[in-house]
Antibody
Framework: QVQLVESGGGLVKPGGSLRLSCAAS????????MSWIRQAPGKGLEWVSL????????DYADSVKGRFTISRDDANKSLYLQMNSLRVEDSGIYYC???????????WGHGTLVSVSS | EIVLTQFPGTLSLSPGEGGTLSCRAS???????LAWYQQKPGQAPRLLIY???SRASGIPDRFSGSGSGTDFSLTVSRLEPEDVAVYYC????????FGQGTKVEIK
């Protein structure tokens, strides 16, 4: 079954850290670029980060640059997002998604909820 | 920074009625990198249209996309109750940004 399953969300205090994971199955994970997108409560979608296949390039939204790190483990078909120095405005649902330059974000996970609050 | 502006904010349609959602870019973009997503309440987004006009796998043909340059549109030809959702346009490729969304509701 072709799917992405996120995990690792939770409640954390401002300034804290969290590591999100995304497990892929049913497709050749190593061949695809992968991305994280988030959605604040009741708000729209915000692109967070992208990693190319073979990890040759990573990119980040300005709002998370220097605080978040995207990585991947192709052997275990997993995508990660290390989030440090978390802020209240980082709260929301975090989705991982498969990306193709020919078809955009063509597969999404169900999301994992991150809450940053004191 | 390229900004995508979607309008209307909310589109109210009767079942079986057609309607058009618009997405305007602040500068000309390649239609090759313009997509539309559907997000039903409580669900993750789903790819509807990529390359401005190509339907993703499994998407009903009542959804169609068009446009070029700065103006793009998503048309629903005959609204079904299950089409109630928020629809987002998305620019990808070298620059990534989403529109703020258009909510489609049943009149």
């Amino acid at each position: 079954q072709v799917q992405l399953v996120e995990s690792g969300g939770g409640l954390v205090k401002p300034g804290g850290s969290l590591r999100l994971s995304c497990a892929a199955s049913g497709f050749s994970f190593r061949d695809f670029y992968m991305s994280w997108i988030r959605q604040a409560p009741g708000k729209g979608l915000e692109w967070v980060s992208l990693i190319t296949s073979s990890t040759s390039y990573r990119d980040y939204a300005d709002s998370v640059k220097g605080r978040f790190t995207i990585s991947r483990d192709d052997a275990n078909k997993s995508l990660y997002l290390q989030m440090n120095s978390l802020r209240v405005e980082d709260s929301g649902i975090y989705y991982c998604a498969r990306y193709s330059s020919s078809s955009g974000l063509n597969l999404w996970g169900h999301g994992t909820l991150v809450s940053v609050s004191s | 920074e390229i900004v995508l502006t979607q309008f209307p904010g909310t589109l109210s349609l009767s079942p079986g009625e057609g309607g058009t959602l618009s997405c305007r870019a602040s500068q000309s973009v390649s239609s090759r990198f313009l997509a539309w997503y559907q997000q039903k309440p409580g669900q993750a987004p789903r790819l509807l249209i990529y390359g401005a006009s190509s339907r993703a796998s499994g998407i009903p043909d009542r959804f169609s996309g068009s446009g070029s340059g700065t103006d793009f549109s998503l048309t629903v030809s005959r609204l079904e109750p299950e089409d109630v959702a928020v629809y987002y346009c998305h620019l990808y490729g070298s620059r990534w940004t989403f529109g703020q969304g258009t909510k489609v509701e049943i009149k």
